[in-house]
């Protein structure tokens, strides 16, 4: 009896709370912003014992977004394919070149696309039963001086040993850290529109840094063009992306248009941004935990509220960036160096982009690593090795395709083929 009341008090010493950084008393969380990185800290923290409370302005809602979840966070977070909440399960894509030529393929992992209202819902809900609570209200200021933090939600002056920021891209609160600059942004316009698909496209666009999209959605289609801040201006980007829905042919009846901003980081913000302080911590879009070549946040957003949640538990919160850096944001720090010559560079005397779609469509070898890339089960780290390791059977796959052969195996996915150069 003895041993096993020694034993439960040394784990809530090691696990529960209690054992903050700062305080030996760090109980009361407050978590500022309840998308994925906010919620999912607060039902880990609350799982533990935490007094958690969830401060966001619009709880679940439509936040402008693509929605879609790769396999790797399905992975770590199976519940999101389990649940009975309405979703799509997506298994075909489509590239397309700035030039036109398009590329279609089964994805090695299918991608889940939520509408954001209703993943918002779900992950809030489990927070809530975990014992969170949540409270509608914006968080107008935060003071982290003093030995408890204070801020103003809703008017309302309120108190905790610890806060989160998981507010978005859109964080303007900044204990001791800078925001994110113009250089770490992009510019995203788009369409929630009320039709069926089944196929989610992609299509990059010459010189141009960032790309567009159509994702299915359980009874919609969110469309979108994402953008190196101040790059393009606005009623560009809006011309590219009326001009992609008509060649789509989606029917715009009824469509509802959206912007925001992404984090598009750059390697030195990701490497040296300061993301924890001595009672405060960030997460998600508000930490730039944003994969700048793709724009995958969701993972990333899940991830860290994950990660800091375990450090919180630890009781060493200063630990929260290096777990960060061994999960995963080194690889971004990669994919950071290499977004600018993806986007605007060439190979072969085409852009990259291009060469892309047509390896896709005549290199099988080719095709295995994007549809690795797409499912989000090909890191950056890798990717350059296994390019180079293949780069000889790419090329013969390529060239015996260029000179007319047919039936080469693992094509007969490839149902639109572009013209050879
Ligand atoms: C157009 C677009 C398309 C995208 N498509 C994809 C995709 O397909 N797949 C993918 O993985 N990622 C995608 N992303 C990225 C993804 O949306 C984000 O990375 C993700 O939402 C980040 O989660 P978060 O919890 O950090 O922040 P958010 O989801 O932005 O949540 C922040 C929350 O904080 C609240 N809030 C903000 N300020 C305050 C305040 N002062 N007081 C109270 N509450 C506040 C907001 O209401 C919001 O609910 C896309 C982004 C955009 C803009």
Redesign the pocket.
Known sequence: MIVLLARRLRYSRATGPGKGLNSPAMKDIAI????????LCGERLASHGFNVTI?????A?E????????HK?IQAYPFLLEGSQPKKIVRTAELISGGGHRARFEMSHPIV?YA?KVL?GLLLDRAIAAGCTTVC????SVNTDGAQVHLT?GGEARRSDFIVL????????LPETTALSTKDLEV?L?YFVPTEEDILKVKFLKEFEGYMWS?PRADHL?V?I?AKMGQSPTHQLRRHLDQFVDEEKIPMLGARF?S????SPQAQTIRNRRIVGRNWAM????AA??DPVT???????LRS?DLLAQALVDGQPQAYPERLRAAFSNDLELAAQIARKLFRGNFLGGAITTRMVQLLNYSPAFRDLIRDVFSGTQDYRTLKQRLWDQFGITLLEFIRSWFGFRGLPGTTDSVSREQCP
């Open positions: 500022v912003g309840g998308g994925p990185a906010g919620a401060f966001d302005e619009r709880l809602w936040k402008p977004c693509g929605g879609g979840l790769t966070a696309i954001r918002n209200s914006r968080v107008t939600a998981a507010a978005g891209a859109r964080n303007q609160l995203t788009g994702f969110s979108g994402c959206y925001h901003m992404l984090p997460a998600g879009d508000a935990c944003v724009g995958e946040g969701l993972y990333y957003a509220g």
